[in-house]
């Protein structure tokens, strides 16, 4: 396994060699990265690590991590990190701050030994069993009350997923957890959550901060299987067996519970008020608005509604496809070319000019319909297609979906920027500006290329009485990307005859469970992919 190359320590800026520092990790499904920070939230230039992961997809809808395995590129990562400032600048970390993916789920038995993979947010096999919910509850009230539908990617289906194929498991757990719960419990041998992570769960009440009793009853489990719901405030010391022994510097270091990326995303990118949306393109894509206050009394069914701590609300909708459907195209189509000479070929397209309509769920649906069964489609095919041209229908059809979400937050901030991040965003001009033209909307990019990590890392230091607060903290915008108004109707037609498509063949749930009924047919097999976040 490779690990990124960072610049060597002797390369730091003269203001960053003395004073506190902060270790931050970022725990996704592609990847995981480190970083050392000031604890004015800069960057510490040389000190980046980033270990390369994978999730297990199945043709059946499966995606799934190793847990032990991932627990280890967790701790390679700090290994890198850590080699790259040495002994004394390493014994400066006075705090751990860390970021994950949300809506992970792993079973573990009496000894903390993980019994299940973990199972991630695209994964899809739960659709039946999320379908079997809809009929059971009242899912309207439970989505007001959880801020979670009743969809295949979290907790509810999962478990009911578990408890019909793997019975003998289901019944031998005695944990449920997330990944980031599951890498405490080995770290700290306690297994402990943040609100964050627990309200993107589908398992946790949004106004009371705890796991909903009533809920868990139904789906045949106990609350007290669940992890402890922690403080704002409350960091752990003290490592745990061969962790202490691994990192002696950092036996001092007040670690907090790991906050949900999507979350620590819009703070990283000074998203924090009704005043800016962060539009977010990794593999999955995702437009969120945080603020202080209480969720919505009634949530739109397009959106969800998590929270980033006991103060503030996160309001999105999320996309499963974005960067991972272009580098999939990339890798299926053979583009023959580098990123370079492709995004130069994608740009000198016109807007809408193959004729062709992309469906956006190769992962399946979540925002806007939810729909479990979902699945993509490239419409308008001919001998004449080209590679290159579906892969711009593709990138067009993800700017159609966003502007879908964009509509439905406006209720809440009808005059909000919108900002950029991502790696997808940061890597394409083109995409930024497809996205503008869809929407007829500038669109910031902001200078903060980790926004997760900064986000974790400014949450930790305001939970430390080191900052005031985190609002306080605005990223710097690298350009603006402006709409061209002549791009914009040609985007509104083609969008109008992408939701009629839309409609017929995902949003009727008939005809996405006739496409997808298809898929047990075929021979089950494993693929390592790589699910950015």
Known sequence: MMLGVGADANHMREEERDGPLVLALDVGTSSVRAALYTEEAR????????????????????????????????????????????????SLIETVAVSCFWHSLVGVDDEGRAITPVMGWADTRAAVEAEALRRSFDEQSLHDRTGARLHPSYWPAKLL?????????????RRWLSFSDFLWLKLFGKAETSVSMASGTGLFALR?????????????????????????????????????????ALKAARWFPAVADGAANNIGAGCTSTERIALMIGTSGA????????????IPESLWCYRVDRRRVVLGGALSDGGGLWAWMNEALRVDANEQEVEEALAAMEPDSHGLTVLPFWAGERSTGWNGFARGAVLGLSMHTRPLEIMRAGMEAVAY??????????????????????????????????????MGRPIEITGAEESSSRGAVLLALEASDKIKSIGEERAPVERVVEPDAARREIYMRARLRHEQLYKRLVADEETARLINDALPNLKTKENRGNLKR
């Open 401 to 438: 979906r966003f502007a879908s979400l964009r509509e439905a937050l406006a209720e809440f901030a009808p005059r909000a920027a919108l900002v950029a991040t991502g790696g997808a965003i940061h890597a394409s001009n083109l995409w930024a500006q497809i996205i503008s033209d869809a």
């Open 208 to 248: 009371s901060c705890e796991w909903d009793e009533a809920l868990c009853r139904e789906l045949g489990i106990f609350s007290v299987q669940l992890p402890e719901v922690a403080e704002t405030d409350r960091a752990f010391r003290l490592l745990a067996g061969e962790y202490a022994k691994r990192w002696p």
């Open 161 to 173: 997923w578990i408890k019909r194929t793997r019975p003998e498991t289901f019944r031998a757990v």
């Open 43 to 90: 960057e510490v230039s040389g000190t980046q690590a980033r270990t390369p992961t994978g999730v297990y997809t199945t043709i059946e809808g499966g995606a799934e991590l190793r847990a032990d395995e991932a627990l280890e590129q967790v701790a390679r990562t700090v290994d890198a990190a850590l080699s790259r400032i040495g002994e004394r600048r390493a």
């Open 287 to 298: 437009m969120r608005l945080v603020y202080e206050g209480k969720p919505p009394q009634e």
